[in-house]
């Protein structure tokens, strides 16, 4: 319930301008509070964040920040600007990576937009061995999101995954359905304040349907990302791939930027295969948002950052 609140206020907070100039002012200085989550505005930073972290055996997937596009010229920048990513992440020799939003792409204006310049990126990705992730983002967008997805699997992509999100009560479902159709899913918690009517309200039914469905994916999905920073469910999916036989190469832990750090290095030194979400961009502020409302604590953090700095 507690978590319900926290993520319904942050969301609010996310919608409001002056906290967000606010936030601009201080947040990505050199030694800004949002810096913690978020690797920098420019795709240099990111890049140089990858580095750091490939060095230590881990795996990025790069993600420009930006979501809620409502004017075409916008999104069909966005779209160049993937392109350019490409470009970048290929010179500097890091994992052949990306996770995208479609609402950045144009979702919001229409269908067939954000499907055009999907299938640009894609195309482009595909030439270059990338893959790439779609995001899931609120319920909104939840059946829409895996209609455009069936749609260009149907078109024939195969670099391209998903994302589900065990707090939906709908995802057991989803989760069957991307089985049968052999596409990759990335399974995570979700991020997004959702009514109780189609959302489960505690962290324990939470917690449950994401190991139940963790484990459907494991043993019968291909190549999932386990998405989650909670080491009981860490453990439990460990237990769970040990006792079916499911190989360490045969799925792979996902951890978002500057979150349990401690952990991703661990689980490297233990064998598996580790992939940190690096988001970075101008549009940083409703993904930082996000992560303060997953965490009341990390409040504390940035007003000590922000007190100090004046
Ligand atoms: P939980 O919230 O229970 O946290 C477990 C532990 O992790 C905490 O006790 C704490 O130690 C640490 N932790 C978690 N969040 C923290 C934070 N913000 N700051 C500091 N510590 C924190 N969501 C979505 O709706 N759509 C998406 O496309 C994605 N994509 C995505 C990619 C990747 C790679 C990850 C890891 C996560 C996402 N998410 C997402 C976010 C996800 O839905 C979820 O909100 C967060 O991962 C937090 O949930 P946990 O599973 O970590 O568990």
Redesign the pocket.
Known sequence: MLDLLSKGLFHFLASSEGLKSLASTYGMRRAGFARR?IAGESVHEAIEAAQALEKDGLSV?LDLLGESVTKPPDAKRTTKEYLQIIDAMIDAEISRNL?LKLTQLGLDIDRATAIDNVRRILDFAQRFDFFVRI???GSRYTQLTLDLFETIWHLGYRNVGI?L?SALRRTTEDVRRMILLGARV?L?????KESWRIAYAS?RDV?QAYVRQAEALLINGCCP?I?????K?LESVKTLARANDVAADRFEF???YG??RDLQTALVAEGFRV?V?IPFGREWFPYFM???G??PA?VAFVLRSVLRER
Do not use: C, W
């Open positions: 989550f997937t996770s995001d899931m983002e994302v999100q990335r995570v918690k979700g991020a997004y962290k917690d990302a998405a989650t920073h909670d080491p469910i996902q951890m978002l979150i349990r992939r979400y996000r992560r303060l997953e965490r990390n």
